[in-house]
C-alpha cells in the first residue's frame, strides 16, 4: 500500500517515492513513499528488521538503493552524497568521541571540518552543557552525551536533523529535558526525523508518524489520527487510563531539572 502525506502548501524537504532495497532474496525497503516538510518533527516507528533504520540510513547517504527516489531539499540522494551531508545533522544512538580533547575542544575541532563559525559556547549553551567545556566526553552522564552528540550534528547548521533512539538507556529525568531540547530545535525551524522505540516519546514529539512493518509503510498521519481511527474502530484498551503514571510520580519526586551525575 502506498501511502502519501498530507499535503500542504510547501515543497517537502524529504522526498521519497516508491524506495526500494533488497539485501540478497530479503527486502528491507519495499516501495515506500512519503514527504517530510519543513520544521516538522517526523516520526519512523517500527519493530527491529522492519526496514526504518535501512529507510534512515539510505537519507543519510549511508547506504545506497535499488529503486525509487529519495531528495532531500531536492537534491537526489544517490548523485549528491557530499551537497548533502553539508545540509543535514546525524546523531547516532552509540556515538564514540576524543578520549583527550574537552567539549569545547572536540566542537572546535568540527567546526574546522564542517568550515563553519559555530563556537564552543554558542553550541554547548544549545544543549545546556556550557559549564562542561572543559569535562572530556567520558565524564559525562548518558543524557550528557546524547546532548552533546546532538550539539555536534547541530555544528553545520542542518536543514534536517536525524534523531536515532535519542533517549535509550536514559533516566526519565534526561530523557524530558531531552524531549525540552527537540522541540526548542524544532521551534528554530529545523525539520527533524526521528526513530524510537517509545510510543509516548513519539505521541509527545512527532507531527505526524509513519509506521513501517516489514519494508511497507502500513500508516502515516499524526499520532492523535492514527489513535482516533483505531477507537473509531471500537477498539477500546484494556489497561486503565490515569492522569499520571510511575514516571510523572518518579518526575515530581526527583525534580526535572537537569543533573550533573
Not at 513513499?33 to 537519507?59: C, H, Q, R, W
Not at 548523485?79 to 576524543?98: C, R, V
Not at 572536540?106 to 553550541?123: A, D, F, H
Not at 526548542?184 to 512493518?213: F, P, S, W
Amino acid at each position: 500500500m502506498e501511502i502519501k502525506a498530507i499535503n500542504t502548501n510547501n515543497n517537502p524537504i524529504i522526498k521519497v517515492e516508491k524506495l526500494y532495497k533488497t539485501y540478497g532474496n530479503i527486502t528491507a525497503v519495499n516501495g515506500i513513499s512519503f514527504d517530510v516538510y519543513k520544521g516538522e518533527v517526523f516520526g519512523m516507528l517500527g519493530p527491529n528488521g522492519a526496514g526504518k533504520t535501512t529507510t534512515i540510513e539510505i537519507l543519510e547517504t549511508l547506504r545506497s538503493y535499488d529503486n525509487g527516489t529519495a531528495y532531500i531539499n531536492e537534491l537526489e540522494v544517490k548523485f549528491n552524497h557530499k551537497k548533502i551531508k553539508s545540509q543535514i545533522g546525524i546523531q547516532l544512538q552509540s556515538n564514540s568521541f576524543f578520549d583527550y580533547l574537552t567539549l569545547e575542544e572536540t566542537i572546535n575541532l568540527y567546526s574546522k571540518i564542517y568550515n563553519t563559525s559555530s563556537s564552543s559556547k554558542e553550541m554547548l549553551s544549545k544543549v545546556d552543557l556550557t559549564d562542561k567545556c572543559k569535562a572530556y566526553y567520558k565524564e559525562l552522564s548518558g543524557g550528557q552525551k546524547q546532548r552533546f552528540s546532538i550539539a555536534i550534528a547541530l555544528i553545520n547548521n542542518p536543514i534536517v536533523l536525524f534523531l536515532d533512539e535519542p533517549t535509550t538507556g536514559l533516566d526519565p529525568q534526561a530523557r524530558r529535558n531531552l524531549w525540552d531540547l527537540v522541540k526548542d530545535i524544532k521551534n528554530q525551524g529545523i525539520t527533524i526525523m526521528l526513530t524510537t522505540h517509545y510510543m509516548e516519546e513519539a505521541q509527545e514529539l512527532c507531527d505526524r508518524v509513519a509506521i513501517i512493518n516489514n519494508g511497507k509503510i502500513v500508516a502515516l498521519d499524526s499520532p492523535k489520527n492514527l489513535i482516533q481511527k483505531l477507537l473509531n474502530k471500537g477498539f477500546s484498551s484494556k489497561r486503565v487510563t490515569q492522569k499520571a503514571n510511575l514516571e510523572d510520580v518518579f518526575i515530581n519526586l526527583t525534580g526535572n531539572e537537569l543533573t550533573q551525575r
